[in-house]
């Protein structure tokens, strides 16, 4: 804008620049609710509203899965564009001219089924952003029945509808219309696939494009310097289609070989389209391709592909997702906060990138005297633990918040330790409601855990009973009840070591509107949900990393 200006109109000038300051420090300290008291000591007061149900309307149970919208996504479903899928072309087999199909990503993500929840759904993540930046139709191939290594054909398990049964309750046979894979968990939208099946089906079987994926990956040139190859091949249409078949792993290698860089740089000429692909309004996506900082272009991105609808549950995950979190106590309709503690596989890592070394910095910081001392003075005592971050330390993160010694905050904690930490809870002093008291009695806090007891093992490959179809699929609930309870909380507490703190982040991007001009016109701002990173990386990786 000062280029445009004069000397003779330096009030102008100086009143840009006030808009500017006042634009960027609306941007930096807007939070979710949007009202905000400073109290003494400029302290601030949030307005603590938000609760895991939205005001939509009380859901229509229908269909034969008699599931709710509240539960088939990590957002709540008022804060889903719904327009996303109108934006999109689909292909119309009727119009022998449709080209919706002409140019796929097939993504085949069986090579992480043993992976955890978090890292499947990641690299989900990642092929849908190279699917839209790219303009390809996006295809999940599953693996077959014949030869599949899991019982009931998916890695998270078979619900109940997988089997039929006889008038006695006895299985007949499998119904192998239920969706094997990752498709047993994640329901792509139509705008995602353009309603594509899967390419090329005459000439090439699940082997054939299996064989593709891993023969490139034996390349000396492999991810980095060739465009991921294609395969050119003939559809049942008659057009000819060009296909990039990835799996899972390689989603992460081509990103950062060959897409990461070309989605930040800036200027681009694609970066408005894509945001629109993704749903973004044509002012959103204007503010998006101005923007120059990475992390900011990244946080847009993720707030983009939480209000899509990307990743939505299909109806017997958000059914049975619902039972379990009811279960739980844990009130729906109230304000509540999240606290994410992952122990167990992720600080089995001895590199020194790894959560180990962070571990021994944390000791190392406070404990350098400490055991000798206590041996000394108290040698019966146990020694504190040294292989994981103590519970204490989780909620030091609220240390920083106003005090309310009146009501107890409600907080539900997702662990795969939880017999350790109720332990560490049972350690904290009690009021006379058995509410827990920290920082001193500045808060009170009513605990709230999953309430499955009998799961041994909360990671979806782990436990006695892991080629268990029934196992597995009680272990896959009990996760995405906990990831959707992190990702609609107020406050959320935990760290970017895992896959699984790094995916919550992402639905808690939210776009908000920080100007006063009309809604299609005023600027915005990618913001956070209150989210503290309890130890570790502060920085958040790219969406899907």
């Not at 790219?134 to 599949?148: R, S, V």
């Amino acid at each position: 804008m000062a280029s445009t200006e004069t000397n003779n109109r330096p009030r102008s000038r100086l009143r840009y620049a006030i808009l500017g300051i006042a634009f960027c420090a609306i941007s930096y300290t807007i939070i979710w609710d949007d009202e905000i008291a400073t109290g003494e000591g400029g302290l601030r007061h949030e307005h603590r509203q938000l609760a895991f149900l939205d005001n939509s309307p009380p859901p229509k149970y229908t269909g034969i899965y008699k599931s709710s919208p509240q539960f088939t996504a990590l957002v709540q479903p008022s804060n889903i564009i719904t327009s996303t899928h109108r934006q999109v072309k689909t292909y119309n087999e009727s119009d022998v001219n449709d080209s919706s199909c002409d140019d796929v990503l097939l993504f085949m993500p069986e090579s992480f089924a043993h992976n955890g929840h978090g890292s499947q759904l990641n690299s989900y993540i990642l092929a849908t952003m190279i699917a839209t930046y790219t303009n390809k139709a996006m295809i999940i191939l599953e693996h077959p029945h014949k030869h599949n290594e899991f019982e009931g054909d998916s890695q998270f398990g078979c619900p109940k509808e997988t089997w039929k049964y006889d008038e006695n309750g006895d299985v007949l046979h499998r119904d192998l219309s239920i969706p094997r894979g990752l498709s047993r968990l994640v329901k792509q939208p139509d705008w995602l696939s353009s309603k594509c099946s899967v390419p090329c089906q005459g000439t090439f079987k699940y082997d054939d494009w299996a064989t593709i994926r891993k023969t490139r990956k034996d390349s000396v040139y492999y991810p980095r310097v060739y465009t991921p190859q294609e395969v050119k091949c003939m559809n049942h249409n008659g057009r000819r289609t060009n296909v990039l078949v990835v799996g899972a792993g390689e989603t992460r290698e081509y990103f950062e070989g060959h897409f990461k860089e070309r989605m930040v740089q800036r200027p681009s000429k694609d970066a408005d389209i894509w945001a629109e692909r993704l749903g973004a309004k044509p002012h959103e996506a204007k503010v998006f391709a101005g923007l120059e900082d990475e992390k900011e272009i990244w946080d847009y991105i993720s707030a983009f592909m939480a209000q899509s609808g990307m990743l939505r549950f299909q109806p017997w995950i958000a059914r049975d997702v619902e039972e379990y979190i009811r279960q739980s106590g844990l009130p729906l309709d109230a304000s509540y906060d999240a606290i994410h503690i992952r122990r167990g596989d992720m600080l089995a890592k001895e590199d020194d990138a790894s959560p180990k070394q962070f571990l021994r910095e944390y000791w190392e910081s406070r404990d350098k005297h400490f055991n000798v001392l206590r041996a000394l003075l108290h040698p019966d005592v146990k020694q504190a633990p040294h292989n994981y971050v103590p519970f204490t330390h989780y909620l030091s993160q609220f240390d920083d918040l106003e005090c309310n010694t009146e009501n107890a905050r409600v907080v539900y904690v997702a662990t795969d330790d939880p017999a350790e930490v109720q332990r560490e809870i049972g350690d904290l002093p009690k009021d006379e409601d058995g509410n827990s008291i920290i920082k001193d009695g500045c808060h009170k806090i009513k605990f709230f855990f999953t309430p499955t007891k009998e799961i041994e093992n909360f990671h979806i490959d782990d436990g006695p009973d892991q080629d268990d179809c029934g196992g597995r699929y009680k272990r896959n609930i009990a996760s995405i009840a906990d990831m959707m309870i992190a990702a609609k909380s107020d406050m959320f507490v935990g760290e970017f070591n895992s896959n699984w703190g790094r995916l919550v982040r992402i639905f808690r991007m939210q776009l908000k509107n920080v100007g006063d001009s009309d809604i299609n016109e005023s600027p915005v701002a990618a913001v956070e949900r209150k989210m503290n990173v309890a130890w570790g990386d502060e920085y958040p990786l790219p969406p899907g990393m």
